[in-house]
């Protein structure tokens, strides 16, 4: 079982090599054609910091595969006989934070390389070493109080229950719903700080928008992602009474009024419909889904493995086995998110004006610095959003016809075109 385990990882990974590898190559050449949607020199610096971001991926796939030959090979085994655990919930607890302090720590150089040279090198990370380390504790502060607890639940469940895993599929969609309906109360404000939005006849023009779709909300507010990162974000937070808009500052300073209401129109598109909802019926498949094979594992595996099927190895296996399963439904969900994100674009258009969300859109990519091209294998399985072009073509507006008037105009000139009167 162990070899068969092995072989589906392994191919598994080289499905992911090789598709990283199509997308640098394509972006390396593209990026030295004509530009699309942007100026020569940004469309060059936008594929540049594609190739990099890709190159880093890659290697951490890399890292990914050689830390799943030694958990399933020697790491758990090791672990197991370090923390002298046995099959009580407490010890699962604890062997589930080695495991993950492990991965935290093998992760680490990424994160760290993206974050203060990647992404400073592009302009992106505004984040102090302090403001980092504070972010650092907090995240670990919450992960040991609630994940603990989750984990503790769920080894529970394992150790007492015999159909453990339908149970164990019940208790996390329930835990994933209320981080949903928990995040932009508690969480957001761990991280950031949220204040009410000051420009009234904007926040007049959201709430009037809002209540033409019936949407309820109890606030606009802007919160002050630039002391981290520069890039432009808005969401719709939360469910039921704790929904709420935050629009990013970044995103206030870039866009005009008459391009935020586009974009936010856009957004009232998923809850207009129901994509929210949709998004938690079809997690909530794939979870049973995923419990459904990961927690009947054959006990043969864990014994090739040279450790017993304890509650914490299981659900650390579990978690070691996720990306393989969940990696053969990606382009599913995908496809799916495409689907959503042009029915939104249409009813943004819609309520915002088309040339409002063009403009937005394409505004978007430049700030971003988002490629707007990539390899066709790439984009079916990663692209949530459907690349730039489509969703222009989508809206009536051809990305060749688009170039041609941004030539005739100044470097800034397409979004006044865009918004003139």
Do not use: C
């Not at 392994?10 to 530009?35: C, F, P, W």
């Amino acid at each position: 079982m162990l070899e068969i385990i092995m072989m589906l990882f392994t191919i598994y990974t080289l499905v992911k090599v090789y598709i990283s590898v199509m997308q640098i190559g394509y972006i390396a050449q593209e990026k030295s054609k004509e530009a699309v949607l942007m100026s020569q020199d940004k469309y060059r610096v936008a594929g540049e910091y594609a190739i990099k971001k890709e190159r880093l991926s890659l290697l951490s796939i890399l890292v990914e595969y050689l830390m799943f030959v030694w958990w399933i090979t020697y790491g758990f085994h090791w672990l197991a006989s370090i923390l002298q655990t046995d099959n009580s919930a407490i010890d699962a607890v604890v062997f589930l934070f080695g495991f993950f302090a492990i991965g935290y720590i093998v992760e680490l150089p990424f994160e760290l390389y993206k974050t203060f040279k990647l992404d400073k090198e592009y302009g992106f990370t505004k984040t102090t070493t302090k403001l980092y380390l504070i972010d650092q504790l907090k995240s670990t502060a919450m992960f040991i109080v609630f994940g603990g607890a989750v984990f503790y639940a769920l080894a529970w469940i394992v150790i007492n229950v015999e159909s453990w895993w339908l149970w164990g599929f019940g208790l996390i969609f329930i835990v994933v719903v209320l981080i949903a309906i928990v995040y932009p109360i508690i969480v957001g404000l761990m991280f950031n700080k949220l204040t009410p939005i000051e420009d009234n006849e904007l926040k007049q023009d959201i709430e009037k928008m809002m209540k033409s779709v019936g949407l309820k909300s109890n606030g606009v507010f802007v919160m002050d992602a630039s002391k981290r990162d520069s890039r432009l974000n808005a969401y719709f937070g939360g469910l039921g009474n704790s929904k709420r808009v935050v629009l990013f500052d970044t995103l206030m300073e870039k866009l005009t009024n008459k391009e935020l209401i586009a974009v936010l129109g856009h957004e009232l598109g998923h809850f207009s419909h129901g994509d929210i909802w949709k998004n938690i019926v079809m997690m909530g498949v794939l979870l049973f889904v995923y419990f459904f094979f990961l927690g009947n594992l054959p006990a043969e595996l864990f014994i090739d493995m040279g450790v017993g099927n304890s509650a914490g190895v299981e659900i650390a296996m579990m978690l070691l086995l996720l990306p393989l399963l969940d990696f053969m439904f990606t382009p599913i969900k995908s496809f799916v998110s495409r689907h959503n994100e042009y029915a939104a674009d249409e009813f943004g258009s819609k309520l915002g004006g088309k040339e409002n969300l063009v403009s937005a859109l394409m505004k978007l990519i430049e700030e971003n610095k988002s490629f707007p091209k990539s390899h066709p294998l790439f984009a079916f399985f990663y692209y949530t959003h459907p690349p730039v072009i489509e969703r222009l073509k989508e809206l009536g507006y051809d990305a060749n016809a688009v170039n041609e008037m941004a030539k005739e105009l100044p470097d800034d000139g397409i979004f006044t075109f865009f918004n003139k009167d």
